[in-house]
């Protein structure tokens, strides 16, 4: 019996890279997200356009100018010299964000009062304009502490920030672990829900049915292959971001396949039943993005999932990808280790079982 499974692994493999379009639908994708997923996907705000309406006449606000127009973020400035053109410019979206600095802004901080510099983002692109305010208030706030030095300095509040696990605040060290869970998921979900509905188109699903396989060693020979084609990817693009991209790797090896192996046995399960369910390719491929897109929002990779409402909360607790995209993240930035992995993994696990057993009965459904 375990000969012929062995085959019937053998027939998938082939059946998937036999052909140039299967081999083509498996590895360019993997290649061009990695490629361009680092450098199009970011959170960083750069080249961004800034404009300034400067009331002031004095030195400080000239000085403070100067050191906006340093800033590798915001290499195009715009003077604006009305109310009129700074709404004009953020209403046509010519600048990301405006700055107005009070009339009165050198004397203020000569005088050490409050010195009045307003921030105006362009609320139609919120995330960027916030980072970007960010970085203006780091700027602000720095020159406001130097000029007011010695014993007034007391007068601004600087905090110093600390990142941990990512100092610098790179974004691809974000993205590149997460993106490991992201493309294995469209890997594993597309050979295995693609696999029964191929085999039903080709009319070889009742053949597969009279072979002396149970039902059980066919759900095996189908779910295998789409583990271990989504470990090769994720193997693939955990080598590049770590060599190509310079990712920090701080865990295990161990932990990182374990992940791995245990979100493609939880994938191969809801693969194979949205393949189950499936009369033809086109509606099981269909079904692969009917998951694929709420299981990626519902992950935590967009948005935290504390910050979503308390239904869709509960909904990120049956999504494996919200338990894969930490281990992974963990295993690359934070050494995580088996403590910390297992509470995770188990969860996968105790979807796979579920998913598995639904499939498995679909299939001795097609049977009876």
Known sequence: MLQRLIRLIIKELLAILGSRQGRGMLIM??????????????????NATLLIFNQDSGQA?????????????????????????????????????????????SRQLKAQQSAGVQIVID??????????AGYITNIVQTYLVEQRGGQNAALTFSPEVRNL????LEFRWHLLPSLVVIITTIGCLMVTALSVAREREEGTFEQLLVSPLTPAYIMAGKAIPGILIAMVQGTFIALVAHFGYRVPFTGSIA?????????????????????????TQQQAFLGVFAFMVPATMLSGYVAPIENMPLVLQWLAQIDPMSYCVPIIKGVFLKNFQ???????????????????????????????
């Not at 680092?38 to 960083?44: D, G, R, S, V, Y």
């Not at 003077?79 to 410019?89: C, P």
């Not at 088996?338 to 979807?351: E, K, Q, S, T």
Request: proline share 5%.
């Open 29 to 46: 994708p993997v290649i061009l997200q990695t490629l361009l997923f680092p450098f199009a996907a970011t959170m960083e705000v750069k």
């Open 61 to 105: 606000s000239q000085e403070l100018i100067e050191r906006l127009a340093q800033t590798a973020s915001f290499p195009h400035l715009i003077m604006a010299h009305s109310d009129h053109e700074l709404t004009e410019a953020i209403d046509g979206q010519t600048a990301l964000l405006a700055i107005r600095i009070a009339p009165d802004f």
């Open 123 to 132: 609320g139609r692109r919120s995330n960027s304009g916030q980072i970007a």
């Open 165 to 168: 696990y990512n100092p610098n």
């Open 255 to 279: 932990m990182l396949f374990a992940g791995m192996f245990c979100y493609g046995l939880a994938l191969s399960g809801v693969g194979l039943f949205i393949s189950s369910i499936s009369s």
């Open 338 to 368: 088996w403590a910390d992995c297992w509470p995770r993994l188990w969860p996968m696990l105790g979807i796979a079982f579920f998913t598995l057993t639904v499939a498995l009965r679909m299939f001795r459904r097609h049977i009876a």
